[in-house]
Structures are given as structure tokens and as C-alpha cells.
């Protein structure tokens, strides 16, 4: 089972590989991205974007569209980060464009559950929101299965402690390129809620 | 003296606004103020209306929504989210500008209705995407035990505007109240009511002043019973 995902993976890739690939509306190179990644990204966000790092977001399968929005808006300081900024100081447009159709190419592996026994609360607020705390369900925006669309991004996988950081940074204000609506949620949804999220999004079915 | 005053208003305003948590709703004049008229023109609700919907954009646009009015439109049974699936365009309009004007309160939802999340134009598409969906015919009832009341109150004071079979009137702005959540059409007439809904129709506000709650629940109940017949859905 797990062997032929594994193979199929394989098999998409190399076909997406074989052309440039074109998102809803991003169009890149993927073997120009693939180099980027490899110089560039690869210490925080691993060589296919399947990050070792807790701390840093895995960015395999990621839409292309949004992973762009970010990337540019962490240049124009519209989303803070210190980390990223002198990064992406050093890429151009096509740079950007390219890096991230080559990450919405790839295969996202399964996410780490730290805590099981929080699935159940976090599938209920993944799937049905708080309605008396003014919470939408997260399913509404990223999917059922939290694998997102070009204007929502993929959630399915993600490390919990990223999560959970990008939650604290849209509670305090400290993230603010949300259009105010994570802004929102994150500032209403408990601390437990959200820890139950992130664990639920961690165990959300890996593939694309 | 008194320009100088309302220059610091105008100055504290501004700032309380860039202070203001994401979910500070406005707030603008309703039925509690002298000389509200119910409907008014509106700048931004007459472009909403006047706009050519596009129903595929609507459906993108309305992703923001369905994580609590569901991606059917049916919302919940428990009062908490209204079924919007089949409603009039014209309400929906004129309910979400309500909304952001701050004529109807519902900070729950504002955050995720203001202007800058949903575009004039999309609040007309999204409109026009929910009309179009089948209305979901398992709603929330009531216990079933008044309806016979609850009928003969909704023939003598509600079908004039609500319309017989719970239609409404896309031209008159009246809401479609068939097939909509009991739970939800009780919880609004209290509100209308007592004046607590503030975008509310001061004619029916007549009819229903002398309501007790155990009268709008029959009637609230009858309502969430009547169903459309067929070939009526989009009058």
C-alpha cells in the first residue's frame, strides 16, 4: 500500500517534471525550482520540501499560488518574519515563481501526531468550527481533508508546533497578512482547541 | 469649543479603530433611533443589486461561509446559523450590508463579511450562487403541538408579507421563511419583537408587538412546516 503511493508518487513527479509545470495561475520551471530548493531552501525546508523541522513548515504539496503570496510578501514585509526576509531578499520573481511550482509538485510525506489522545476535540473543531465562540469550521475554508485550494493553503500534515506558532502570531497580531480572518479565528478559539487542531492536522492523510 | 469636540471624536474614533480587536463590529442608527426607515437606499447595497451576478465566482467567494453555513447553505438546526440555501438574492444582499453597515448586529459573522474580505461585487454573486441552490428540506421543527394556531396567526398577520406558502417577495426584500430553522425564525421574532433586531420592518413590527413567546413559537413553527409548491421555488 505504502510501497505503490510511494511509486505512483514517483511516477507523477517524474511526469510533472518532464514539462514545466502551471498552477491555477503560477507557471514556473520545475527543474529551475528543484535547483533553488536545493541551494536555497533545502537546510530549513528539506531538498522536496518535506521539512525535518518542527519549527519550519513542510511546503511539499503546498499550492503554488499561495506558497508565492507568502514568499512575496515576505519581501514587501507585508508577513514578518526574520528568518525569511533575508532570504527571499536574494531571489528574483522567476526564482520565487519557480521554487514554489517545483514544492506544489511534490509529495507530501505523513505528519507527526504528538498527542492522540487530542484528535478527537481537533477533528471536531477541524470539522465543525465553535458556533458558540463565533469559530467557522476549518474544513469551510482548507478542505475536508485540510489539502486547501489556491486560495486557502494545505493544512493536511503540517508539523503541529508550526502550526501552533502561526496560530500564537495570528492571536497576538504579530501575523497579519489574513485579510484579519485567521486573525480572527485564532483569537477566539481556546489554547486546547487549538492545540487539538494542529494534532488533528498533523494526522490528516498525506497524500496531494 | 464644540468643532474642536467632535475633532477629538473624530480623532478617538480613528484610533479606537486601528486599535480595534479584528472583531469590532460597527455599529449604525436602526429601529431604536427616531426617523429610521426600514430599507433604505445605500450606496454600496444599490451597487450590490444593480451588479450582473456571476453564480461560478459566487461559489469561490462563498468558501468563506460554508465553514458555518455549510457548503450545502443549510445551516444549523440549533438556531445558531440560518439555512440560506434558495433564500431571495435581494435579502441576502440586503441582510450581508446590513450586517456590515452595522444596522444588523452579528459580531459572530462580521469578520468574515466586512469589505475588505467580500468585494461588493461578490457579495452580489454569492447572492446569486446561494438562490440557485436546492433549499435543504430537513430543517429544524418545533414540537408540533400548536400548529393549528400557529397557522390561523400566520394567515392573519404574516402571509401578506412572508407570502402563503413561506415565499416571500424578492422585489420587497421579504425573506423566505419555508424550510428556514425553527429554532432560528423563533429566536428573530423574539428579536423583532423586542426591538433587538435592528434592521427590522417597523410594519411588522406592528403585527407582532403584542406576540407572547408561546405564540411565536406556534407560529415559528407553522412556518418551518410550509414548503414551497413545486414550479414556486424561485418566484
Redesign the interface.
Given at each position: 500500500m505504502k510501497h505503490s503511493r510511494m511509486i505512483a508518487a514517483a511516477a507523477c513527479a517524474g511526469l510533472l517534471l518532464a514539462a514545466s509545470s502551471a498552477s491555477a495561475e503560477v507557471v514556473g520551471d520545475l527543474e529551475r525550482g528543484k535547483a533553488v530548493a536545493a541551494e536555497v531552501c533545502v537546510a530549513c525546508h528539506g531538498a522536496d520540501g518535506n521539512s525535518p523541522v518542527p519549527m519550519f513548515p513542510k511546503l511539499a504539496g503546498q499550492h503554488a499560488d499561495y506558497a508565492l503570496k507568502q514568499l512575496q510578501e515576505f519581501a514587501s514585509a507585508r508577513r514578518q518574519s526574520d528568518i525569511m526576509k533575508p532570504i527571499v531578499e536574494g531571489l528574483s520573481a522567476r526564482d520565487m515563481a519557480d521554487a514554489a511550482v517545483f514544492f506544489a509538485s511534490q509529495q507530501p510525506s505523513p505528519g507527526q501526531v504528538d498527542d492522540p489522545s487530542m484528535l478527537e476535540t481537533g477533528r471536531r473543531v477541524f470539522n465543525e468550527?465553535n458556533?458558540?465562540q463565533?469559530v467557522?469550521?476549518?474544513?469551510?475554508?482548507h478542505g475536508q481533508n485540510g489539502v486547501g485550494?489556491a486560495?486557502?493553503p494545505r493544512l493536511a500534515g503540517q508539523h503541529p508546533t508550526y502550526v501552533l506558532d502561526q496560530m500564537q502570531q495570528f492571536a497576538d497580531g504579530r501575523r497579519t497578512n489574513d485579510?484579519?480572518?485567521m486573525?480572527?479565528i485564532a483569537?477566539?478559539l481556546g489554547e486546547t482547541e487549538t492545540r487539538a487542531v494542529a494534532e488533528y492536522i498533523a494526522s490528516l492523510e498525506a497524500s496531494k | 469649543m464644540k468643532s474642536a469636540l467632535s475633532a477629538m471624536f473624530v480623532l478617538a474614533t480613528a484610533c479606537s479603530t486601528a486599535l480595534a480587536?479584528?472583531?469590532a463590529a460597527p455599529r449604525a442608527p436602526g429601529i431604536e433611533s427616531s426617523g429610521y426607515v426600514w430599507n433604505q437606499p445605500d450606496p454600496d447595497k444599490d451597487a450590490a443589486l444593480a451588479h450582473r451576478p456571476d453564480i461560478e465566482q459566487g461559489k469561490?467567494a462563498y468558501?468563506?461561509?460554508?465553514?458555518?453555513h455549510q457548503?450545502d447553505g443549510s445551516g444549523?438546526a440549533?438556531a445558531?446559523?440560518p439555512s440560506l440555501a434558495g433564500q431571495h438574492a435581494s435579502v441576502l444582499i440586503k441582510q450581508m450590508m446590513d450586517v456590515r453597515a452595522g444596522r444588523r448586529d452579528n459580531?459572530?459573522?462580521h469578520?468574515?463579511v466586512?469589505e475588505?474580505?467580500v468585494s461588493v461585487e461578490e457579495v452580489a454573486n454569492i447572492a446569486a450562487y446561494l438562490n440557485q441552490l436546492p433549499i435543504s428540506l430537513d430543517n429544524g421543527k418545533g414540537s408540533g403541538n400548536r400548529l393549528e394556531r400557529g397557522r390561523e396567526l400566520y394567515e392573519n398577520d404574516c402571509a401578506s408579507c412572508h407570502g402563503k406558502n413561506g415565499e416571500g417577495n424578492a422585489t420587497e426584500f421579504y425573506p423566505l421563511v419555508a424550510h428556514q430553522h425553527y429554532a432560528y425564525l423563533y429566536k428573530e421574532a423574539v428579536m423583532i419583537r423586542d426591538g433587538e433586531r435592528r434592521n427590522a420592518n417597523p410594519k411588522m413590527v406592528i403585527f407582532i408587538r403584542d406576540y407572547s413567546n408561546e405564540d411565536l413559537k406556534a407560529v415559528s413553527d407553522y412556518m418551518s412546516r410550509l414548503t414551497l409548491p413545486a414550479g414556486t421555488r424561485q418566484p
Open positions: 468550527g458556533p458558540d463565533g467557522p469550521a476549518c474544513a469551510g475554508c485550494n486560495r486557502y485579510k484579519r480572518l486573525q480572527t483569537s477566539r | 480587536q479584528p472583531d469561490i468558501e468563506i461561509c460554508q465553514g458555518c457548503s444549523r440549533d445558531i446559523y459580531p459572530k459573522m469578520p468574515f466586512g475588505w474580505v
